[in-house]
């Protein structure tokens, strides 16, 4: 197995090994650059036949023993790799690079197939973006962002703060730790949950203040509120280059409670609507790359959630997607694949998590054609209904920056060890950060606003993205909504208090609401409409409810709004807001579910 030190553009070199069949070649190449390490373990490269994972050594292997060439690198900055890492910004161009490279070698037969999770597949999403010689088929597995500022860094304005997490985590790893015991000591030395409740940071105060590059990237990241062209380059913005994306052909895979699903469907829907190459979508009920599990969180999907139980495993699907490419073999993958989650007995497995259970559906596009529909109307007594209210309605909260709403699950990825993903009981319990005794449910909180539809009499399956149009106030200069999609189970012997399951979550920053690139400063009382959405599957069943949840935090899966205008990342105050959410008939705050029928 050779390395190459591959040089890019600037002169920078990158580490690169090459593991090559037997034989005399040339053949098809598989690529996967990544920052974690070329050769390390990949955590989700497994089965449930052989769940043990693989190095990179072992997955070249894999793809070798089949007759193809594989190419690993390090991104730039990390691990073999010369240069400065910047994350995510480097790698459309040192993608097309390697690319050209890869092509020029006498053991590659002109193709390329990429692969990659996670920040793997942002590298392989970012290259893409610049069309390189060579590349004519993608796996974007949990990554790859179509919009990073919508959502994935950050989310309709709002900050993800799982980036934080990760930098401090990758700085550890950096070749710089690595090779400094002191630098390492002190990253080490630094504990996150202290750090967590003093942003924004600011240079040289922060936990990364050891690693200035690192902190400088985070902050620029952080203090970019406004979505400029910052956010329009490639590597973070897909969508501004999709007339001139690769023509591979794609499969689009993501999770019920990860960060990217926005990232997948808007990447299936934009590529397929501007005719580059074939494009697949996969959405399981999984965390991010848990693809061979059944359990999210506290959340138990059945038998049929793994992917194994359709795709014989993850490599034999990518085998044959790559075949269908290489070898013009007949590909009869379905255009788009989920999960939808529900139909299970709601009682608790022998495991102890909620048999919430589920199943496959195939269908052409997303949505599927078939959805129709549903307005339910937000009362400001609770309910949520069909009927639209004819009295005067208005609900207002405090939302106080210094006693945020906690987090308990949903969709992200390494926000570790502040917050776990998945779906878990909105109930306040010591093993979520930021909760208090008594440990009662959210839906307590006078900050946190309920309606709920009555007992179901019919399933109700919803597939698709869930509209939220809301009307709203705040008495001060800016404030966050933020909203909750429940399934609520009935009572029963297992769980008597009965489980409201989170299915997904999101936020908006009001400054944001009418043009994120040009925020407005919210006069007091100033009605706004605002409208979100959540991509879900999920049967909602007879005697559950359906439950939407608004309030103005959700921490620390997002940074919290000081409520006083101040650019992002650069507070240094906060005020209670009183915020407000209007349920009348001339500012009808709703919800459209995309029902499909049974």
């Given at each position: 197995?050779?390395?190459?030190?591959?040089?890019?553009?600037?002169?920078?070199?990158?580490?690169?090994?090459?593991?090559?069949?037997?034989?005399?070649?040339?053949?098809?190449?598989?690529?996967?650059?990544?920052?974690?390490?070329?050769?390390?373990?990949?955590?989700?490269?497994?089965?449930?036949?052989?769940?043990?994972?693989?190095?990179?050594?072992?997955?070249?292997?894999?793809?070798?023993?089949?007759?193809?060439?594989?190419?690993?690198?390090?991104?730039?900055?990390?691990?073999?790799?010369?240069?400065?890492?910047?994350?995510?910004?480097?790698?459309?161009?040192?993608?097309?690079?390697?690319?050209?490279?890869?092509?020029?070698?006498?053991?590659?037969?002109?193709?390329?197939?990429?692969?990659?999770?996670?920040?793997?597949?942002?590298?392989?999403?970012?290259?893409?973006?610049?069309?390189?010689?060579?590349?004519?088929?993608?796996?974007?597995?949990?990554?790859?962002?179509?919009?990073?500022?919508?959502?994935?860094?950050?989310?309709?304005?709002?900050?993800?703060?799982?980036?934080?997490?990760?930098?401090?985590?990758?700085?550890?790893?950096?070749?710089?730790?690595?090779?400094?015991?002191?630098?390492?000591?002190?990253?080490?030395?630094?504990?996150?949950?202290?750090?967590?409740?003093?942003?924004?940071?600011?240079?040289?105060?922060?936990?990364?203040?050891?690693?200035?590059?690192?902190?400088?990237?985070?902050?620029?990241?952080?203090?970019?509120?406004?979505?400029?062209?910052?956010?329009?380059?490639?590597?973070?913005?897909?969508?501004?280059?999709?007339?001139?994306?690769?023509?591979?052909?794609?499969?689009?895979?993501?999770?019920?409670?990860?960060?990217?699903?926005?990232?997948?469907?808007?990447?299936?829907?934009?590529?397929?609507?501007?005719?580059?190459?074939?494009?697949?979508?996969?959405?399981?009920?999984?965390?991010?790359?848990?693809?061979?599990?059944?359990?999210?969180?506290?959340?138990?999907?059945?038998?049929?959630?793994?992917?194994?139980?359709?795709?014989?495993?993850?490599?034999?699907?990518?085998?044959?997607?790559?075949?269908?490419?290489?070898?013009?073999?007949?590909?009869?993958?379905?255009?788009?694949?989920?999960?939808?989650?529900?139909?299970?007995?709601?009682?608790?497995?022998?495991?102890?998590?909620?048999?919430?259970?589920?199943?496959?559906?195939?269908?052409?596009?997303?949505?599927?054609?078939?959805?129709?529909?549903?307005?339910?109307?937000?009362?400001?007594?609770?309910?949520?209904?069909?009927?639209?209210?004819?009295?005067?309605?208005?609900?207002?909260?405090?939302f106080d920056p210094a006693n945020p709403v906690p987090t308990i699950g949903g969709s992200f990825a390494s926000l570790e060890p502040l917050a776990v993903a998945g779906s878990f009981d909105q109930v306040e319990s010591p093993e979520f950060f930021g909760c208090r005794p008594p440990y009662l449910p959210l839906a307590s909180r006078p900050d946190v606003l309920v309606f709920q539809t009555a007992p179901l009499a019919d399933a109700v399956q919803v597939v698709g993205r869930v509209e939220f149009e809301l009307w709203v106030a705040t008495n001060g200069p800016d404030t966050d909504f933020t909203v909750k999609l429940i399934d609520v189970h009935p009572a029963n012997a297992d769980y008597?208090?009965?489980?409201?399951?989170?299915?997904?979550?999101?936020?908006?920053?009001?400054?944001?609401?009418?043009?994120?690139?040009?925020?407005?400063?919210?006069?007091?009382?100033?009605?706004?409409?605002?409208?979100?959405?959540?991509?879900?599957?999920?049967?909602?069943?007879?005697?559950?409810?359906?439950?939407?949840?608004?309030?103005?935090?959700?921490?620390?899966?997002?940074?919290?709004?000081?409520?006083?205008?101040?650019?992002?990342?650069?507070?240094?105050?906060?005020?209670?807001?009183?915020?407000?959410?209007?349920?009348?008939?001339?500012?009808?705050?709703?919800?459209?579910?995309?029902?499909?029928?049974?």
């Amino acid at each position: 197995m050779p390395t190459e030190m591959v040089a890019m553009r600037d002169g920078v070199r990158l580490a690169t090994d090459i593991y090559l069949p037997e034989g005399t070649g040339p053949w098809p190449v598989v690529l996967e650059r990544t920052p974690y390490g070329r050769a390390a373990i990949r955590r989700s490269e497994l089965s449930q036949a052989e769940p043990a994972p693989v190095d990179g050594p072992g997955l070249a292997a894999r793809f070798t023993a089949r007759g193809y060439a594989v190419v690993l690198q390090d991104c730039r900055g990390r691990h073999g790799s010369e240069g400065r890492f910047v994350k995510y910004l480097a790698d459309a161009e040192d993608g097309v690079d390697t690319c050209q490279w890869i092509t020029s070698q006498p053991w590659c037969d002109g193709h390329i197939c990429t692969i990659g999770l996670s920040y793997g597949a942002h590298a392989a999403a970012a290259l893409g973006c610049l069309d390189p010689p060579g590349v004519i088929a993608q796996v974007l597995d949990s990554g790859g962002f179509n919009d990073a500022w919508t959502s994935g860094i950050r989310h309709n304005g709002a900050f993800e703060l799982r980036h934080i997490t990760w930098a401090l985590r990758e700085a550890r790893q950096s070749p710089e730790a690595l090779a400094d015991p002191v630098l390492r000591a002190a990253l080490e030395a630094e504990d996150i949950h202290a750090w967590i409740t003093r942003l924004p940071w600011r240079p040289g105060h922060s936990p990364l203040r050891h690693h200035p590059d690192y902190e400088a990237y985070l902050l620029d990241q952080l203090r970019h509120g406004p979505r400029d062209g910052f956010w329009k380059q490639a590597g973070i913005w897909a969508e501004g280059f999709y007339h001139r994306f690769s023509r591979a052909d794609c499969v689009h895979m993501s999770s019920w409670f990860d960060a990217y699903v926005p990232t997948a469907i808007g990447n299936f829907c934009g590529l397929s609507a501007a005719g580059r190459g074939r494009q697949r979508l996969i959405l399981g009920p999984w965390t991010h790359g848990d693809r061979s599990g059944r359990v999210a969180g506290d959340v138990d999907f059945g038998p049929e959630a793994p992917i194994d139980s359709w795709a014989g495993d993850w490599l034999s699907y990518r085998l044959r997607h790559f075949e269908a490419a290489t070898q013009g073999t007949a590909n009869t993958e379905p255009p788009v694949r989920v999960f939808v989650m529900g139909g299970g007995s709601g009682r608790r497995t022998e495991a102890g998590h909620l048999d919430h259970g589920g199943r496959w559906i195939t269908a052409t596009d997303w949505p599927p054609a078939e959805v129709a529909p549903q307005v339910l109307h937000l009362h400001a007594d609770g309910r949520l209904d069909a009927e639209a209210s004819d009295n005067g309605g208005a609900l207002a909260f405090d939302f106080d920056p210094a006693n945020p709403v906690p987090t308990i699950g949903g969709s992200f990825a390494s926000l570790e060890p502040l917050a776990v993903a998945g779906s878990f009981d909105q109930v306040e319990s010591p093993e979520f950060f930021g909760c208090r005794p008594p440990y009662l449910p959210l839906a307590s909180r006078p900050d946190v606003l309920v309606f709920q539809t009555a007992p179901l009499a019919d399933a109700v399956q919803v597939v698709g993205r869930v509209e939220f149009e809301l009307w709203v106030a705040t008495n001060g200069p800016d404030t966050d909504f933020t909203v909750k999609l429940i399934d609520v189970h009935p009572a029963n012997a297992d769980y008597p208090r009965g489980y409201a399951m989170l299915l997904g979550d999101t936020i908006q920053r009001l400054r944001y609401a009418e043009d994120p690139g040009d925020p407005q400063i919210r006069r007091p009382g100033e009605v706004v409409r605002i409208r979100l959405g959540i991509n879900i599957a999920n049967l909602f069943l007879p005697g559950h409810r359906i439950r939407i949840d608004v309030s103005s935090s959700n921490f620390p899966k997002f940074d919290v709004n000081p409520n006083t205008g101040e650019p992002d990342g650069m507070s240094r105050r906060h005020r209670v807001a009183v915020n407000t959410v209007f349920c009348d008939r001339g500012r009808p705050s709703r919800v459209t579910l995309p029902v499909l029928p049974l």
